[in-house]
């Protein structure tokens, strides 16, 4: 009886070890709760930032960190479309704002310029800062709703167009990931240990899901990452090429674009992969075809080249060396930042217009280079 008791008691106790599915279930949900607690956070801080930057700015301080001036990254530009799971709302903004953000940088003092001719101000002794807008993957809004807004002030801007693309042989795997996640409740995806269930029933659930594979993809081998997620999505009635197709701009398309004199093509790889993770011949040719196929569209090899993600994780000096090696001229980052004398002109910083962020007073805020010397990034 006492052995009996004596066995009974050890399997309750390793029973107790073992976490119950609600256990399970509430850790998933307390970790959804901390990432999400941690988003709110984030953004109630870079506010924080950007208002304290925009006071400094009106009273005229630090105006060394101003630089030379700053170049924008934008992505979609369109009327704001209501969504129910929204991961990728940092990656557009709408025509007013951008307009809004142009007329502010005319108050400010900046002049416009084309982003192949920044090379020549920075080597000038010209005082007056300078603003340059690019966009990056050549989204059909670019043509539809940002060309007119730049073509009504006399702004010149630059589009990076990705080959696979261009040639709908690729895919925008954040846009897949995006519908694919909002339209379902579950979702079974293999992390390479087995598949596995996510909950997908809250907007908090859904956004840790989004971000557990981006993580995925960009951690692990890119271009098998996306053709899993790919599958995944097919398998829900999904079409990843008819995403590529529905958002990105054509061959046709970009002819059209480039019929505008303010308007110029770059170079952003061929498959929207990180390039530091990449061999050194996988990378060059990324960027040379890419280079190439534009040159196919406009008759002219383009000279500016953005790196697909561009931060430290995705590009390195290897990457800046290839780019000069290979003709392009002027390279951008995604790291944030204003332009200085010296700086290298494949490795060059730009400012986000976020969509979490549009206002007119942000603008100037970021564009006085303050905010990153504020969040020590400058």
């Known amino acids: 009886m006492r052995a009996a008791v004596l066995r009974s008691t050890r399997l309750n106790a390793r029973a107790s070890k ?3 599915e609600t256990n399970l279930r509430r850790q998933v949900y307390d970790g959804v709760l901390r990432r999400m607690v941690a988003r709110i956070a984030k953004r109630a801080i870079i506010t924080g930032g950007l208002m304290a930057a925009g006071f400094a700015n009106a009273a005229g301080l630090m105006r060394s960190s101003r630089g030379r001036g700053a170049i924008f990254t934008l992505h979609h530009v369109r009327p704001k479309q209501p969504r129910i799971f929204d991961p990728n709302a940092h990656l557009e903004i709408t025509p007013d704002f951008l307009d809004a953000a142009i007329l502010r940088l005319k108050r400010d003092g900046y ?3 084309a982003l192949d001719t920044l090379p020549a101000h920075l080597a000038s002794n010209d005082p007056q800062p300078v603003a340059v807008f690019t966009l990056d993957d050549g989204y059909r809004n670019n043509l539809e709703f940002a060309a007119p807004v730049f073509t009504r002030h006399a702004v010149p801007f630059t589009v990076f167009v990705a080959g696979g693309f261009i040639d709908r042989t690729h895919t925008l795997w954040w846009e897949t990931l995006a519908d694919l996640i909002e339209a379902q409740q579950s979702l079974v995806f293999d992390f390479g240990s087995g598949p596995q269930t996510l909950p997908l ?4 659930e859904k956004q840790a899901a989004f971000d557990r594979i981006a993580a995925f993809i960009h951690d692990g081998r890119e ?5 899993q997620l790919n599958t995944v999505a097919k398998g829900h009635g999904i079409d990843p090429l008819g995403i590529t197709e529905k ?3 054509g061959e046709a ?3 059209t674009l480039v019929q505008n004199p303010l308007a110029s093509l770059g170079a952003h790889t061929i498959s929207h992969r990180a390039l530091s993770r ?3 011949e996988e990378a060059r040719l ?3 075809a890419s280079a190439d196929r534009i040159g196919e569209i406009t008759g002219s090899r383009p000279t500016t080249l953005a790196y697909p993600y561009g931060d430290p994780s995705a590009v390195s000096p290897r990457e800046h060396r290839l780019a000069a090696d290979l003709g392009l001229a002027v390279a951008v980052t995604t790291q944030p930042g204003t332009l200085a004398s010296d700086a290298s002109c494949t490795a060059l910083p730009r400012i986000s217009l976020n969509g979490f962020y549009q206002k007119p007073a942000y603008v100037s805020a970021l564009a006085s280079g303050i905010a990153f010397r504020l969040m020590g990034r400058g």
């Open 201 to 204: 029933s809250s907007l908090a």
């Open 286 to 288: 990324e960027i040379a």
């Open 223 to 227: 271009a098998l990452a996306v053709d």
């Open 247 to 249: 958002l990105t701009l």
């Open 18 to 20: 073992v976490p119950s």
């Open 253 to 255: 398309g970009l002819k």
């Open 111 to 113: 002049r416009f310029i």
């Open 278 to 280: 990449l061999t050194q």
